[in-house]
């Protein structure tokens, strides 16, 4: 039984999620980047919190917090991971992907998990709490900044926010995001197709993360 209020936080590639819970609902969410040298300084002190739990990607170190907050339980260091990973060496999954996986299984029984994070993953988890991983590939935001450094006259029009053009494209910064707005989520799409094995079963499939917006229309789901 987890205490309350307490926090709940996320720590991917790029950013760290936190979330507040009092009496079961998120109160307040913070999302701040450890790349900055503030972000420390943009996560509130707050008195009365019970307990923290929390889930990083492998290798990330932890992050600096607040003072007058817990200690931080991790998943897969101080908590035990969920499921059973279907893997010749189970270990190599991610402690994201099995969280995700469990609590997509607590709210549907099977489903399939589309984290799209700075990696996109393809996560399927069944009522018996098996839990396979179906593709690792590249998220959008990496997607960009791969494509900048490897071509670097592109880099000054991925930096520009161009909106998406109804008609042709009348430069490069509308290109590219024509290119990459469009392009990414057939990359999604076609995995999630593959997924969709029929030995796995009917499934429900749960979209999460920043962009996943971007694929959730073409899917014909909803986003998390």
Known sequence: MVSSPCLTLDLGNTS?????????????????????????DRLPELDGIQEARGVRVP??????????WPEVLWAGESLGLPGSVRYREPGEMGADRRVAAWGARSLHGQALVVDCGTALTLTHVDSQ???????????????????????????????????????????????????????????LFRLV?????????????????????????????GAT
């Open 193 to 221: 197709e593959e997924a969709r094995h029929p030995l796995l079963g009917p499934a429900p499939t749960v979209l999460t993360g920043g962009p996943a917006v971007l694929a959730a229309a073409p899917l014909g789901v």
């Open 129 to 187: 709490g098996g839990i396979e991983g179906l593709g690792i590939s590249i998220g959008f935001a990496a997607l960009r900044q791969g494509l900048a450094e490897a071509a670097p006259a592109l880099a000054p029009y991925l930096s520009e926010e161009a909106p998406v053009p109804a008609g042709i494209p009348e430069g490069s910064a509308e290109n590219l995001s024509l290119g990459t707005t469009q392009g990414w989520p057939g990359i």
């Open 16 to 40: 760290l999620k936190v979330l507040l819970w009092e009496d079961g609902v998120v109160s307040r969410r913070w999302r701040v980047f450890p790349s900055d040298p503030d972000a420390s």
């Open 59 to 68: 290798g990330r170190p932890e992050p600096d917090l607040p003072a007058s």
